[in-house]
């Protein structure tokens, strides 16, 4: 536990040696090293995430862990994390809380000095002072979130401690051993979530940020948003970052909360007469109960317009631009394979989902609908985002999963002969080129050879919704708002 306590007098460390003379310097020259410094501090703040994380982690692999001794453990290191990250409550928070209040009192010398910066400069350097500033304020918050995140992880590990010694009595300690492992693994989740929302917030510094540290993501170090969504580079697409995922129900329940957004109406939910507007929506796309969705699925029943939506209201939210991908982009994510996968179709085991023999079931039996020979995904329905490897760029379920809306209108001739021709049959036409548009890559209920190639581009009018159709997101880095 002792290396915790350190952590927040080594956040004090990357503040030394600020001089005004240099300060003025570093803003006519662009003001790096004072933004190297706020970097060093916010790194030291998500080492402390990962710090709870891995205490947490450690603590439940633990074949027989001795409780008591563990539950001491855990509570006394979290209360001291608590306590040192509290700006207001503790010696090393007190000298940093000192440390911020000189910070900003730098800034405020700066913005006095931009005066005399020569003009031609003058602009560049007034938005670096701007940009530091921004990360000073977000380092206050996520220091602050953690404080409150250890206080409330504290709190929920006691009652479960008091739940678990119920259960002992109740159901044995082999069955009360197991409840609790699954609460405590919820709880890193959580913590996961709520270092998303920190490191988001550290980041979150006006304009088109990761402006600058664009060059520094990379598919091992990806990007991380306020809503824990990681971004990779796109290959051959500089200037955006891409989601690992697709985007996620507890994403767009996130965007529905804030906003009161509706979106609930006209959708399409497979029922044992088929597709059908039943009164299904994203938060019930009508799925057997137990392939119901959780927060890690993807939404469906979402139309291209809220996509839109979501896309509209996270970047306000964080200052960035977010929007759906153009087929193109979408094409270099998923690289020149005929397949997602490696290899011919049938997709090899643990490809991706598609529907295999394990859909087969409720509806989708009574539909007689197809399935792809033998073969089996293990899900249902839709799975939790991420479930199967990534491709050699690092996206997940770009095969399978959910269809994910592009910003594209649909052609008829974006696609190649072959799938022409199937969609030719199927009713699509070239006639009006702005009705439908594009959406890629197959989903739980695709079976076809040609639903599942990489190029298959599949239609959807703009408003409406379905059960197989969700999307993911682009990050753009290039240029400012
Ligand atoms: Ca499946
Ligand atoms: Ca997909």
Known sequence: MRRWMLLPLLLLQGTQGWLPAQEARDVQAGGMSIIGQCEVMERRVTAQWEVLEKLLSDWISKEQPDLPVEWAGLS?????LRRESDLKNSATGGDLAKEMTDLRRRIADLNAKLASVPEETRRDAAAKVR???GRIGALEKAVQSLATVCGSTRTKLDALKDTFEVNIQLEGAAKARETLRQKVGDLIVEIRRKRGDAVGAMAG???PVPAGRESVVTKEKPFLNSLGLEFIPLPGKPGV???RTETRVRDFDAFVRDTGYEATEGAYTLEKGGWKQVGGSWMNPGFPKRAAQTGDHPVVCVSWEDARAF???LSRQEGRRYRLPTDA???AAVGGQEYPWKG???PPPRAGNYAGIEAN????????YEVIGDYDDGAERTAPVGSYAPNPFGFHDLGGNVWEWCEDWFQLSMNDPEVQKVLRDSGADERDPHQYRVLRGGSWFSFSEISLRSGCRARGRPDSRGGANGFRIVLETGSGP
Request: charged share 20%.
């Open 76 to 80: 006394a290191g979290l209360e001291n």
């Open 131 to 133: 940009q530091v500033e």
């Open 205 to 207: 510094v006006p304009a």
């Open 241 to 243: 970052l891409m989601s």
């Open 311 to 313: 896309c509209e209201w």
């Open 329 to 331: 982009e979408w094409s």
């Open 344 to 346: 011919a179709f049938p």
């Open 361 to 368: 079931t409720g509806a989708f039996k009574a539909g007689r």
